[in-house]
């Protein structure tokens, strides 16, 4: 289905006219290709995520390449942003000592995330990219290489082995067991997890603006109207909910990220 029929049904569609309601669906979330160079196909979803990189790097240069004894106030809000994500999660996880290297990185994750997800919330934009799963996949895969690595690289070989199965000779007959489990809820479960719990708050969320503003138009006839304001009002009441999630899913995406860090660099799983 392309682009343009993600949303844009038939405007004389309304109830008690013989039509149905246009229930979205999957089709929401497709996109035709803007552009195509050879077997590369550039989408909306594409784009968006290039202009969160350009709006991300943009803010943070505008606010620290001349920075003030005396801050102005986009330097002010920069450095409100840096120091929640440095003190509010990654001090408070790692800690200070350890996780100072950590910090630009999981500032650049965390404003990334809340960028591709407020783009649901913005004009002409509206549609969380994370909603993709390819995107919150690509992201957990990042953080789980970099979990893996720095495992191996604190531990060896064969410590970096046992970290990741909690292998510990006290556990006694339940050891076989429990490497199994955390073997496979390490490198397996936990990228999935991570990557989906963004994934399908995002795709929810969407799904559920997109509905009520569908039921408001379509709802707009006749005795309908009354049912159509009941409408808006969920539209008004679930996009100021998609606000605090879509902060949310970006703190627990990172908090997570520094949680696998930690336990990485922990001399004990």
């Known amino acids: 289905m392309s682009a343009d029929q993600t949303l844009a049904f038939d405007p004389s569609c309304h109830i008690f006219t013989g039509c149905g309601f246009p229930a979205p669906g999957l089709h929401t979330f497709l996109y035709e290709p803007i552009a195509t160079w050879g077997g590369f196909e550039f989408t909306k979803p594409m784009l968006l ?52 290297k950590y910090v630009p990185f999981m500032v650049s994750l965390f404003f990334f995330v809340w960028m591709m997800n407020l783009w649901s919330i913005i004009p002409l934009a509206q549609f969380p990219v994370t909603s993709l799963i390819a995107f919150p996949a690509g992201l957990a895969l990042i953080v789980y290489v970099m979990w893996v690595s720095l495992t191996f690289k604190k531990h060896g070989f064969v410590g970096g082995w046992k970290n990741i199965t909690g292998y510990d000779k006290s556990l006694g007959p339940i050891l076989p067991l429990i490497v199994v489990l955390e073997f496979f809820s390490n490198l397996i479960i936990r990228p999935f997890t991570h990557a989906v719990r963004l994934f399908a708050n995002m795709f929810a969320g969407h799904l559920l603006i997109v509905m009520f503003s569908l039921a408001t138009w379509y709802l707009l006839n006749g005795i309908g109207v009354i049912y159509a304001g009941t409408s808006f009002v969920m539209v008004v009441v679930m996009t100021a909910f998609e606000l605090f999630i879509q902060a949310v899913q970006a703190y627990v995406f990172v908090l997570l990220a520094c949680s696998y860090v930690q336990g990485a660099l922990a001399e004990h799983h």
Do not use: H, N, T
């Open 49 to 100: 995520a290039l202009l969160g990189s350009v709006v991300v790097v943009w803010f943070f240069w505008a606010a620290f390449s001349k920075p003030k004894l005396v801050p102005g106030k986009l330097q002010m809000v920069g450095e409100a942003g840096y120091d929640f994500v440095r003190r509010g999660i990654v001090y408070e996880i790692i800690g200070k000592k350890d996780g100072e």
